[in-house]
């Protein structure tokens, strides 16, 4: 589960990590109260206003209807409503958004922390993540902050360093003094950049999350080490354990499609693809994938219906993938284990039935528990239904209907 900014930074700071203070608002209205209160808080006099979506490139990407990126630097009480105005609401293209513009639903008015003093600020790149190659934790991290990391590690990647978390023992004390350390710090804020180390892998752990990623992180110009930005994903198995992030889930940026599939318990994944998937088991979902690409379409989608692919969950899975215009074929592909084939075939015919003309082509391919009943079931229906045994004649039937 994706979180925006502002949730990964109160996630951060409930975990003794120092992050760049701000006010979430949904409101042009309710702007200049929050940068008011931010003001009395942090004495901070210029606003930095953030566009809170899932996507990065925010402060690259443009706003269609003002022109505004998502980022942009307030410089006074005065110009902070016109700020916030020419973001909320709006719709902001960035590098990651697939040239489609997200809404704006809410922004992150927050402190300028790049004020004068006696050093020059210095922003790295930090994320913590898991190794699954290595089994292990490990923190990423970089002198180069506030850039894009992906061209770093292209073309510099002598500047991306990593430190593995041995399981048995944890982050160590001389792993984060050797962080600060290849980071160029010395000092106090070597001191605080390994205590901000410590503070940041111990809320990765603590909330069970897939990644963290802060870029930048700064030094300040009184070496202090503040987390700037805060992208953060959690797994989403492990959410039952913490209800208080489960309830930070924003529905309205992910797929309706998605959200729908997971509503009635469906392990559905939108794809940009032409031939629709409904397979049982992730295993022989990714294999139905690849023999779809071998016959020269493409996955619309990944749909795992699970184990209990009766009629009701049949049709439910019809509809979802029938909502992307984009497919020109089914492919339906059950091995019956535990659940029986012509229990699956009823399904489908029953399905089918309420849908009355069938949209698309529908390739079926039902082996294992009463395969053969399942097979007559469907050749009795009288239904234009394809029916298949073997996966060379579930690609040759995908190749054929979409010549």
């Known amino acids: 589960m994706n979180l925006h900014e502002y949730q990964g930074k109160s996630i951060l700071k409930s975990f003794g990590v120092s992050i760049q203070e701000g006010r979430v608002v949904d409101k042009v209205e309710d702007a200049l109260a929050a940068g008011k209160e931010l003001t009395a808080e942090t004495g901070t006099e210029w606003y930095v206003v ?6 990065g490139g925010r402060g690259k990407g443009t706003v269609e209807e003002t022109g ?8 006074g009480i005065d110009k902070l409503e016109e700020t916030v105005n020419g973001i909320l609401g709006g719709h902001l293209t960035t590098a990651q958004t697939n040239g489609v513009g997200k809404l704006v639903n809410k922004v992150l008015i927050a402190q300028d922390v790049y004020y004068p003093g006696a050093s020059e600020p210095s922003e790295f790149y930090m994320s913590v993540l898991l190794d699954r190659e290595k089994g292990r934790n490990t923190i990423i991290y970089s002198t180069e902050g506030g850039m894009d990391i992906e061209s770093v590690a292209e073309n510099t990647p002598h500047l991306i360093y990593k430190e593995e978390i041995n399981p048995k023992v ?5 792993q984060a003094r050797k962080i600060a350390f290849n980071l160029g710090l010395s000092g106090q804020a070597m001191k ?3 205590k901000f180390v410590f503070a940041l892998y111990a809320a990765y752990e603590g909330c069970d999350a897939s990644m963290f990623e802060i870029n930048p992180v700064l030094k300040t110009s009184d070496d202090k080490i503040i987390a700037v930005d805060a992208k953060v994903t959690l797994d989403g198995n492990a959410l039952y354990r913490h209800p208080e992030y489960a309830a930070m889930r924003d529905k309205s940026e992910e ?14 994944v939108k794809l940009d693809g032409n031939v629709g998937c409904m397979v049982n088991g992730a295993g022989l979902a990714m294999a139905t994938m690849d023999i779809i690409k071998l016959s020269g379409g493409n996955p619309a989608n990944f749909l795992d219906v699970g184990g209990t692919a009766d009629a009701e969950r049949v049709e439910k899975a019809f509809n979802i993938i029938l909502k992307d215009k984009n497919v020109k074929a089914i492919l339906i592909n059950i091995f019956g284990g535990i ?3 012509d229990r699956v075939a009823q399904g ?8 009355g003309t069938f949209p698309v082509p529908l390739i079926v391919r039902l082996q294992g528990t009463n395969a053969k009943e399942a097979r007559d079931l469907i050749e009795a229906s009288g239904l234009d239904v394809i029916s298949v045994t073997l996966l060379q004649e579930a690609a040759d039937k995908v190749k054929e209907v979409l010549a």
């Open 68 to 75: 505004s990126h998502g980022v942009v630097l307030a410089k």
């Open 348 to 355: 489908v015919v029953d399905a089918y039935k309420k849908f």
């Open 192 to 194: 605080q950049m390994t």
């Open 339 to 341: 659940v029986r084939c």
């Open 170 to 174: 944890g982050l160590q004390g001389f």
């Open 50 to 55: 953030k566009a809170q979506i899932h996507a």
């Open 255 to 268: 797929d309706p499609t998605e959200v729908e599939a997971d509503e009635v318990g469906l392990n559905f």
